[in-house]
Structures are given as C-alpha cells and as structure tokens.
C-alpha cells in the first residue's frame, strides 16, 4: 500500500515536472518573439504552476519521511534507499531517474530562458542609453564652421531613476 502510494505521488510530481517544462518552452518561445502580453501570461501560470509544484513537494517529503520512519530509516534518506529498504526497487528507482531527468531539463530550460532575459534587457537598457544621449545632445555649426554642443530643448526622462 505504501509503495503505490509513493509511486503514484511520484508520477503525479513527475506530471507537475512536464508541465512545467512544457511550459517553460512556451516561454522561450514567446521571448523569441519578444511578444511581452504572452510573457506575461506565462508568467501568471508559471507562479500557479510553481505553487501547485511546491505544495506538492511538501505532500511528496512529508510521506518520504513517514515511510522512511516505518522501515527505521533516518529522517533525511533518499528515495533510492527508501526503495531498497521496501524491497521495490525496480519501480521506484526508474520513476526516481524520470524525476531526476524532468527536473533536469527544467532547469536547462530556465536557464536558458533566463540567460534570453538577461540578455534583452542589457540590450534595452543599452538602446534606451543611446536614444537618450542622441535626444539630449544638440550639436549645430558654430561660426567659425565647427560643432559646438548646446542642451537641447528635448529631454528623455527615465522615470525609474
């Protein structure tokens, strides 16, 4: 009883993992696109998603710790030991590796997807910087046929400063 019930969180955690995932893809997709109203929308379901992941999780640690209590096993074990001391090791170590894989490819994906981020604002910033010295810079002919540089009348203000 207490192993099917493992395995079934497990794969229900294996399910947030993919979705998550999936979800994370439609993001790096949307940040290709530079499409800020879809940003947004996966943003909103990201945090949903990454409550129902965490709220989980606690579910997930909460019954690692009562089974590894039952088989007399320290507080902190893993689910690897866990699954020998049950003797099922065939069934939870393979859904233990799929877990491990998914999380895997969700980190690899917010990483890139955070690297794109970081990246577009940089450059932002750095367009945003060049506009703003071109608005604010007035050079015209003097007399004597050089520049001379006069403040201009438009002024770029960043409202964040």
């Known amino acids: 009883m207490e192993t ?15 979705e998550l995932h999936a979800l994370l893809e439609q993001e790096t997709d949307e940040l290709a696109r530079m499409n800020l109203d879809a940003m ?10 990454a409550e129902r992941v965490e709220a989980h999780n606690g579910s997930l640690r909460r019954m690692i710790a009562m089974i590894a209590s039952e ?27 799929k877990l ?7 980190q690899d ?3 890139v997807n955070s690297t794109i981020s ?18 604010n810079r007035s050079s015209v002919y003097g007399a004597s046929g050089g520049y001379q540089q006069r403040s201009s009348v438009a002024v770029m203000i960043n409202r964040e400063a």
Do not use: C, P, W, Y
């Not at 947004?40 to 998603?49: A, G, T, W």
């Not at 088989?71 to 393979?94: F, N, P, Y």
């Not at 491990?100 to 969700?106: G, K, L, N, Y």
């Open 118 to 135: 970081e990246r577009f604002a940089r450059t932002a910033s750095m367009t945003l910087g060049h506009l703003s010295r071109q608005i």
């Open 71 to 97: 088989q007399g096993l320290a507080s902190g074990v893993t689910l690897g030991s866990i699954a020998a001391a049950m003797g099922h090791k065939g069934d939870l170590v393979r859904l233990r590796h």
């Open 4 to 18: 099917k019930l493992l395995e079934e969180t497990l794969v229900q955690q294996l399910q947030l993992f993919e």
């Open 109 to 111: 994906t917010a990483a």
């Open 40 to 49: 947004e929308d996966v943003n909103r379901q990201k945090k949903d998603l």
């Open 100 to 106: 491990t894989v998914a999380a895997q490819r969700v």
